[in-house]
């Protein structure tokens, strides 16, 4: 329950019960501490933390060093409890394998130098947030913590017990048992009162623990917002605090003690909160901290017993709020408000009562509110609102002007250049958190979410790169969220999600058929502590973007034992590196794409890279390809689906203006029928496209590969139709710069051929298809 590397001015002058004994410690330390001793001349200054309610926590500070130390309180103590040197062994092993803790420093078992046993680790200097509601801070800045948060706990129960030489820490399987009648005895040694909810609580848990109580991960124990320290600027965690009760055990029982503040009972203050927890803009919702969780873990999002893991959590919560007052009347907490823990033990009982008889089998409850397919999130309905709110007053209006900028540029030196207005929107919805929607890890957001938002996006042909949702920029960053190393991510990928740098893609090549991807004859090859690239690439999309400095090739990495799949690797090249040679541009139906970068030739010729720029590993490239390509594909329909509505809006509109043979062109049955028929293939590509985008969000992209070829195929096909019916009705003036049909059916057409033609794909259908059906058979005999 301790925090305390904040290096905040929450730490004050320490309690009379836990003074140290300054002399004998530094005394010691300076004997046992090697920096301890660089600055002999400096005084040590003591400060005491007052934000916890367990194990006392000290800043030290000896000239410009800084440390924290942590100590058992003093008196009698419950069994089992302030464990010092269970958490100076965890910190240790944690930090040998670069999981995010202080360095651990020293541990001191000799009770005779300050009275107890203590640790010493290294002081972090970063921020903790101590209301969960993190005021202050943008809704996105906001969002992006929490994220982070779940993906570290996500990171921590990934970690490998033998890896951290922690075998024997905890007593494994049966954890779900022993917590049950641990937490009972815990709470009946400190009780104060008789409270018959926790009595029946701890009945209910011990009649319903889970089956498969044998998952052993190292679990926290008390993972929350305010035992972790962030980077002072970034939404970074740079240390977890408070291993305390950290163990071998059950995954879920973290994930659910983070999840309590979303049942928090009303009646119950939550502790330094400067408002209620729920209902705050910018925090996920609990189904997508799940999502986010299960994603990062490779599981699966349907939780079972997760009821009983909620109840638990109220059960320890109960125990220790108990805990706090006792210690509160024997003298012994560090914190001025633990008289009110005595209030609190009930309801919170009560709280665990009432989750325990509700059916809740999944991560995802609020998925089921809306009574509606596919539903969106509620971050993902909050975050659509607002994109279209951000569409009708800014993007469109500056349409025009875009367009005009364009075409007035064409011939022009600076046409690669973007105007200075989606600069100034860019900065707007960076501002308002309408940022890197596509990525769930930094948005929160679903697929199904981003599908509805990337929808409205493609109504106008400039809206993905104002929210730095545009290809190729997006799925390069997906490749390095995925599968980049710290390295690769510190340098390209922190920079893409700023948005100030682009890269390109070079994957197809002029000289061989592309279609089948393991024709790429491009070759990355090594030499000492390089790759040497080679090779011609062309429709290498963002290259002339004059933001451009990193390019994702896809070459031949030669291994006579790999499999026809194991041949190709992908490298990070950086465009001005000495080699490369960017040929020409390509258009598409004569128009250059000047917004996203344009399509290049670019030639590699003999270009030296460092070996730590191959990503994953050589013959990983087309395992990276298909982890890109899954949500990369369907993002392009979901924006299609905007387009098609804008085709399908400019249709009537001018149906309804115009006059042909005496009558509004709406009133001629054949422009009728094209309203009709191109309101139905919306309708039928958009559930396609969600039914997709949902199928990644349950089974991920492996997992979805035949809904991700459907609709790949469905959607430019039916768009493309729907535009041209557009300007069937336009006439002249549809093919013509007043109206964006043109490049709109130029761009959708060509969707028919990036990333992989029609035929490719329906080839691919039918085996899957097939497939299907042989097991389907299979299963009835």
């Not at 994220?147 to 075998?167: C, D, G, K, P, R």
């Not at 089974?699 to 809904?707: D, P, R, V, Y």
């Not at 490719?760 to 097939?770: C, G, K, P, Y």
Request: proline share 5%; with cysteine.
């Amino acid at each position: 329950m301790e925090r305390g590397n904040s290096g905040e001015p929450e730490a004050a002058e320490e309690l009379p019960q836990h003074r140290l004994d300054r002399r004998a410690l530094e005394d010691y330390l300076s004997r046992h501490l090697p920096g301890f001793r660089a600055e002999p001349e400096a005084a040590v200054t003591v400060a005491q933390y007052r934000s916890g309610q367990s194990n006392p926590t000290f800043y030290l500070q000896k000239g410009f060093q800084a440390y924290v130390l942590r100590k058992k309180p003093p008196g009698l103590l419950l069994p089992k409890a302030h464990k010092i040197d269970r958490e100076f062994k965890v910190q240790k092993a944690l930090f040998s394998l670069g999981f995010p803790v202080p360095k651990p420093l020293l541990y001191c078992s000799d009770v005779s130098v300050i009275g107890t046993e203590f640790y010493v680790m290294e002081h972090v200097q970063g921020r903790i947030f101590r209301d969960f509601t993190i005021p202050g801070v943008s809704p996105a800045e906001r969002s992006a913590i929490y994220v982070a948060m779940i993906e570290t706990l996500a990171q921590l129960h990934s970690l490998n017990i033998q890896l951290l030489q922690l075998e024997g820490y905890g007593r494994g399987t049966g954890y779900c048992k022993r917590q049950v009648s641990t937490w009972t005895k815990q709470y009946h040694a400190a009780a104060h009162q008789d409270i018959p909810a926790v009595n029946e609580l701890s009945d209910w848990l011990m009649k319903h623990l889970p089956d498969d109580d044998n998952e052993e991960c190292l679990i926290h124990g008390d993972f929350k917002l305010d035992n972790i320290v962030f980077h002072p600027k970034e939404s970074r965690v740079i240390a977890v605090l408070d291993w305390e009760l950290s163990t071998i055990g059950h995954p879920l029982s973290d994930l659910a003690h983070l999840s309590i503040f979303y049942f928090w009972p009303k009646t119950v203050p939550m502790l330094n909160q400067s408002s209620h927890f729920r209902g705050n803009i910018g925090i996920p919702s609990l189904e997508e901290l799940i999502s986010i969780y299960c994603h990062r873990r490779g599981i699966n999002s349907i939780l079972p017993n997760w009821n009983f893991f909620l109840a638990l959590s109220y059960f320890k919560m109960a125990g220790i709020a108990q805990g706090v007052y006792s210690r509160y009347l024997l003298g012994n907490n560090s914190s001025e408000n633990s008289f009110l823990f005595a209030n609190i033990v009930k309801p919170l009982a009560e709280t665990g009562l009432q989750l325990s008889k509700r059916t809740l089998t999944t991560g995802l409850p609020q998925y089921d509110t809306t009574g509606r397919l596919f539903a969106q999130t509620t971050t993902g309905q909050e975050v659509l609102t607002r994109v279209k709110h951000f569409m009708k007053q800014h993007i469109l209006p500056a349409e025009k002007e875009v367009i005009e900028f364009y075409v007035q540029n064409e011939k022009s030196v600076d046409k690669w250049r973007k105007p200075l207005v989606i600069d100034k929107l860019k900065e707007m919805a960076k501002a308002e958190g309408l940022w890197n929607l596509f990525l769930p890890a930094v948005s929160g957001l679903s697929q199904v979410d981003y599908a509805l938002i990337a929808e409205e996006t493609g109504r106008c042909f400039f809206a993905p790169d104002v929210f730095n949702c545009q290809a190729p920029d997006t799925g390069n960053m997906e490749v390095l969220h995925l599968y980049g190393s710290e390295e690769q991510k510190k340098q390209w990928l922190e920079p893409l999600l700023q948005g100030s740098i682009a890269s390109c893609f070079c994957m197809t090549e002029p000289n061989v058929a592309s279609s089948d991807a393991t024709n790429i004859e491009c070759s990355i090859q090594r030499d000492g502590d390089s790759y040497i690239v080679n090779g011609k690439k062309w429709w290498s999309s963002g290259a002339g973007n004059p933001k451009c400095r990193i390019a994702v090739v896809l070459g031949r990495t030669e291994n006579s034992t790999g499999s026809r799949h194991k041949q190709h690797s992908m490298i990070l090249v950086p465009i001005n590196t000495p080699g490369v040679e960017v040929i020409r541009p390509l258009s598409v139906f004569g128009y250059m794409d000047h917004l996203h970068g344009g399509h290049f030739e670019i030639h590699f010729n003999q270009v030296r890279v460092p070996a730590t720029n191959l990503i994953l590993g050589e013959g990983r490239g087309f395992e990276i390809a298909q982890g890109r390509l899954g949500p990369g594909r369907i993002h392009h329909c979901m924006r299609t689906v905007g387009v098609a509505e804008r085709a399908l809006q400019i249709m009537c509109k001018r149906a309804t203006e115009r006059v042909a043979f005496k009558k509004k062109l709406y009133a001629h049955e054949v422009v009728a029928h094209w309203i009709a028929e191109s309101r139905i293939a919306i309708e039928e590509v958009r559930l396609l496209t969600l039914k997709a985008a949902h199928s990644i969000d349950m089974l991920g992209s492996a997992g979805a590969k035949k809904e991700v070829a459907m609709v790949k195929v469905a959607a430019p096909r039916a768009v493309s139709k729907i535009i041209d019916r557009a300007i069937q009705v336009c006439g002249g003036a549809g093919v013509s710069q007043d109206y964006p049909l043109a490049n709109m059916y130029a761009l959708t057409r060509t969707l028919r051929l990036a990333d992989g033609p029609d035929e490719v794909h329906l080839s691919s259908i039918a085996r899957m298809e097939l497939r299907d059906q042989a097991e389907g058979l299979m299963a009835k005999m």
